[in-house]
């Protein structure tokens, strides 16, 4: 069984930084998509960024690009998303998700994506 849990989510100022960690647990398939996914109440899920387990890839929707990294430590079966230069606009639940590898991990950005495992979600929360 797959399982996702988030931490280090909290408040911050504009311009400031958090770090997102998400233990990931249960895989059994040999290789995954891993992401973080936002949502605003009322809004539609976003994905925000990918990562491919099976070579490192990274991917990115535009408004994060350049601020958000997304990483994954494979000591401690660990995802993060590094969150720099935050804005307001960035406040939301963040979720981590996976879904086992089908060729496009590349396009669970932006709003609609699919995955089949999801985290709790860690509240983050920008202001001005």
């Known amino acids: 069984l797959v399982q996702l849990v988030e931490s280090g989510g909290g408040s911050v100022q504009a311009g400031g930084s958090l770090r997102l960690s998400c233990a990931v647990s249960?895989?059994?398939?040999?290789?995954?998509?891993l992401g973080w996914v936002r949502q605003v109440p009322g809004k539609e899920r976003e994905g925000v960024a990918v990562?491919?387990?099976?070579?490192?890839?990274?991917y990115y929707t535009e408004s994060v690009k350049g601020r958000f990294t997304v990483s994954q430590d494979n000591t401690n079966n660990t995802l993060y998303l590094q969150m720099n230069s935050l804005k307001p606009e960035d406040t939301a639940m963040y979720y981590c998700?996976?879904?086992?590898?089908?060729?496009?991990?590349?396009?669970?950005?932006?709003?609609?994506?699919?995955?089949?495992?999801w985290g709790q979600g860690t509240q983050v929360t920008v202001s001005s």
């Open positions: 990562f491919y387990t099976g070579s490192g890839s990274t």
């Open positions: 998700a996976a879904k086992e590898n089908d060729g496009y991990c590349y396009k669970r950005l932006g709003a609609g994506v699919d995955y089949n495992y």
């Open positions: 249960g895989f059994t398939y040999s290789s995954y998509c």
